[in-house]
């Protein structure tokens, strides 16, 4: 079974920048994209697994591409260590809407230049990690 954990998550102020990584480890995947999703803190239990989780950003297993929502574009860099194994999301100029529940995936995938930004096409989930954005 693959396993992914988050670190980095905290509490800062709007303006200010917090770096996410996450590392994938035992079973994993031959090759796989990676992709950070988010929900609203405050929400009620989703009914289903990844249900209100919002797309943030996407690398390709070869970390090539990248793929971002518009809301965090420009703002936010997503990067693969060369190692493959580990993932960073750099978020910049954060604001209030950014606060969140920030969820680690991966995705199994034959190309290696192939993203995804459907939760659907994730096959690992972490256990998400906190991110809070106060005035």
């Known amino acids: 079974q693959m396993t992914l954990v988050e670190s980095g998550g905290g509490s800062v102020q709007v303006g200010e920048s917090l770096k996410l990584s996450c590392v994938a480890s035992g079973r994993t995947f031959n090759r796989y994209y990676m992709g950070w999703f988010r929900q609203a803190l405050g929400l009620r239990t989703p009914q289903a697994p990844g249900?209100?989780?919002?797309?943030?950003?996407?690398?390709?297993?070869?970390?090539?591409?990248?793929h971002y929502s518009d809301s965090v574009k420009g703002r936010f860099t997503i990067s693969r260590h060369k190692n493959r194994t580990t993932m960073y999301l750099q978020m910049n100029s954060l604001k209030q809407e950014d606060t969140a529940l920030y969820y680690c995936?991966?995705?199994?995938?034959?190309?290696?230049?192939?993203?995804?930004?459907?939760?659907?096409?994730?096959?690992?989930w972490g256990q998400g990690i906190q991110v809070a954005v106060s005035t």
């Open positions: 249900q209100g989780r919002e797309f943030v950003a996407a690398v390709s297993w070869d970390g090539e591409k990248t």
């Open positions: 995936a991966a995705g199994q995938v034959q190309h290696e230049d192939y993203v995804s930004w459907s939760l659907f096409e994730y096959d690992a």
